[in-house]
């Protein structure tokens, strides 16, 4: 019998998709995919479907004529067929991939299966941080953390006694627009946003990277993940990327994690851990003279970053509304409807108008979600 985990990945044909698929394939006796899921890209589940061998596959809706998944193949479709691979029987763990709140519904479903899940999506501790941790804990589920920060604070963690954790600095390479000017921010395109200086991507992130929303996202990611206040999670400046985040001990000693910037290391630390095995890309060359800077985030060029912290620092449903109006907002950045700075701008308008409603089971965030989209999607009608 086969001791390999077994793995559903939910979001298979997206960048963090690709990069499961790479750990995936270099440890094929340990790691076995026994579901995969894409909202849309059916030729490309379907060869990933025909290459790994995978017994179910589900699609957003049904593919198109012509298209055909392998005879082992079982074909799922829409939210439900997501929520069953979530909580598949076969399955030990779940690699949450999707992007966006999208992925709270399929993050739930496999924690109150009891899977442990590998969450690379972070939307969905920012939407439903309480609900999310709490059903991890009721179900003895784990949350292994796959976003590079968050996986490099774990094993900062590893060996360290409890209660030993003072803050958490969650590094940021500054975007393509790091040292770009206040007055040119406003007519900087989405083509120009999209080219980020050292990570590829899918599109949303990169724009939450290139206007510093994905760190202030990860602030809030950090508040669950590792149960520190607002005051105890700091960001930093560190243009290469090479070191992913620091944990600063009780005692005042700081640790770091350090590798080249490539997800497959965060990914296989999550997948296989605890267990340490070669990794998929070379690590870190010391061989020449490398940039190891940090300096502090400038909030006034990069207003996202300071409202996710006021949002964090809110509590209640703040974050939930930072995300739903920051995801409306980049998608009309996307289509050109509005510019990069409208993107904070309607975040604002949006946690000014709709803030802190009391919103804690499932259904009542999902229509506070719905709601905040409703009314971004109005502001920016009337922009256009
Ligand atoms: P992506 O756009 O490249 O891929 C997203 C995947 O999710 C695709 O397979 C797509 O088909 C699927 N998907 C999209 N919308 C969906 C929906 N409504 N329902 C179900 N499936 C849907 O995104 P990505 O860059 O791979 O990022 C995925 C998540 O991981 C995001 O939350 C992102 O913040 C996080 N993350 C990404 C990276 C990275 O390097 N790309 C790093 C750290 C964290
Ligand atoms: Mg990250």
Redesign the pocket.
């Known amino acids: 019998m086969s001791t390999a985990r077994k793995f559903v990945l939910?979001?298979?044909?997206?960048?963090?998709?690709e990069?499961t698929l790479r750990v995936l394939r270099k440890y094929p006796d340990k790691l076995e995919l026994v579901g995969i899921?894409?909202?849309?890209?059916a030729d490309k589940l379907a060869s990933i479907a025909r290459e790994f061998s995978v017994p179910y596959a589900c699609l957003?809706s049904a593919p198109p004529e012509g298209l055909s998944f392998p005879d082992g193949t079982s074909l799922l479709e829409g939210d439900a067929g997501?929520e069953s691979l979530a909580a598949l029987p076969d399955a030990d763990f779940v690699v949450v991939?999707?992007?966006?709140a999208?992925?709270l519904r399929p993050t739930l479903a496999a924690l109150e299966a009891g899977k442990d899940v590998v969450l690379?999506?972070?939307?969905a501790l920012v939407v439903g941080g309480e609900i999310v941790t709490r059903t991890a804990e009721e179900n003895g589920a784990r949350i292994i953390p796959?976003?590079?920060e968050h996986n490099a604070v774990f094993q900062c963690l590893m060996g360290q006694p409890e209660d030993s954790l003072d803050s958490i600095i969650l590094t940021a390479s500054g975007g393509p627009f790091r040292d770009t000017p206040a007055e040119e921010l406003a007519r900087v395109t989405p083509v120009e946003a999209l080219r980020h200086p050292n990570?590829?991507?899918?599109?949303?992130?990169t724009i939450?990277s290139a206007t510093m929303a994905?760190k202030g996202?990860e602030l809030i990611e950090a508040r669950w993940l590792f149960n520190l206040p607002s005051e105890k999670l700091e960001v930093v400046i560190h243009p290469p990327s090479l070191v992913h985040a620091f944990v600063r001990l009780i005692d005042g000693c700081c640790l770091a994690q350090l590798t080249p910037p490539s997800?497959t290391f965060a990914l296989q630390n999550a997948m296989l851990y605890p267990e340490r095995a070669p990794g998929v890309d070379p690590s870190i060359d010391f061989s020449s003279p490398l940039d190891l800077s940090f300096f502090p985030p400038d909030c006034s060029r990069f207003p996202c970053l300071r409202l996710a912290k006021e949002a964090l620092s809110h509590e209640g449903n703040a974050p939930l509304v930072f995300n739903a109006a920051n995801e409306v907002a980049v998608d009309a950045f996307l289509l050109n409807r509005i510019g990069f700075l409208q993107i904070s701008d309607i975040i604002d308008d949006s946690l000014n108008t709709i803030v802190n409603q009391s919103a804690d089971s499932l259904d009542a965030l999902l229509e506070l979600d719905l709601e905040v989209r409703r009314y971004a999607s109005t502001r920016i009608d009337q922009l256009d």
């Open positions: 939910l979001g298979a044909t997206g960048s963090i998709g990069n899921s894409a909202k849309s890209q957003q997501i991939a999707v992007v966006g999208a992925g690379a999506n972070k939307e796959a976003d590079s990570w590829s991507m899918g599109k949303k992130i939450d994905n996202l997800m």
